[in-house]
């Protein structure tokens, strides 16, 4: 079946800090390809998408690409922030409801 | 635009008692899927509903859990009998269905169970 796997955290980094942030996925065909944030005690947070191979989602300075032939879709961020703490799940919908990793605890200390 | 409602936003019960959660998709949102979130863990899926129909309940507990999504009003996740092991965050999300697939989520319940 589907399957996504991201990097265990906690990931705990200096502000300004370059962040990456694993996730491959197994799936049959080309399915959708979701980054979600979840801030302390709140619902989770649309990040960004993508919906084809090569595309690159962005927002709020995360970036991640589509990557079909590693079953790659990789979050980063350049310089991070304080307010960046949260907990961050990959995950992908193709004929099933959303498959989520299980999360990545990201800590920024100043 | 209002998001995805989903209340009550906690919710405590003693074992054997019933919860129930309601869900009022996004505006224009025909479809809603509710999640299960066990402490330090990732989303499951439990149910996929539209209006009046379940599409696919193949994360639902075969006991104790229902859902609907009535032609009126929110959807609803009733738990019957409570159990401890029932402690979790239930989360709602909604999407259009026209052929965007994104979904968007709600605040959570957390329901805690004494």
């Known amino acids: 079946g589907n399957s996504v796997t991201q990097m265990e955290g906690p990931v705990t980094l200096s502000e300004e800090a370059f962040l990456t942030i694993n996730c491959t996925y197994t799936a049959t065909g080309y399915p959708s390809l979701f980054w979600y944030v979840q801030y302390p005690g709140e619902g989770l947070q649309l990040l960004l998408k993508?919906?084809?191979?090569?595309d690159k989602g962005s927002n709020k300075g995360f970036e991640a690409t589509y990557r079909k032939e590693t079953t790659s879709f990789h979050l980063e961020k350049g310089s991070v922030q304080v307010s960046d703490s949260a907990v961050y799940f990959c995950?992908?919908?193709?004929?099933?409801?959303?498959?989520f990793g299980k999360g990545t605890r990201l800590s920024v200390i100043a | 635009n209002a998001g995805v409602m989903q209340n009550p936003r906690h919710l405590v019960r003693r074992r054997g008692q019933e919860a129930r959660l309601r869900c009022s998709p996004m505006k224009g949102h025909s479809h809603v899927y509710w999640y299960r979130q066990l402490p330090e863990e990732g989303l499951k899926f439990m149910v996929y509903?539209?209006?009046?129909?379940?599409?696919?309940e193949s994360g639902m507990p075969k006991e104790r859990f229902s859902a609907e999504f009535p032609k009126e009003g929110p959807s609803i996740l009733r738990i019957q009998q409570v159990v401890r092991g029932d402690s979790a965050a239930y989360f709602c999300a909604s999407s259009s269905g026209t052929g965007d697939d994104t979904q968007y989520f709600g605040p959570g319940t957390r329901l805690t169970v004494l």
């Open positions: 993508a919906t084809k191979a090569d």
């Open positions: 509903l539209q209006k009046e129909n379940i599409i696919d």
């Open positions: 995950a992908l919908i193709k004929n099933t409801p959303l498959v």
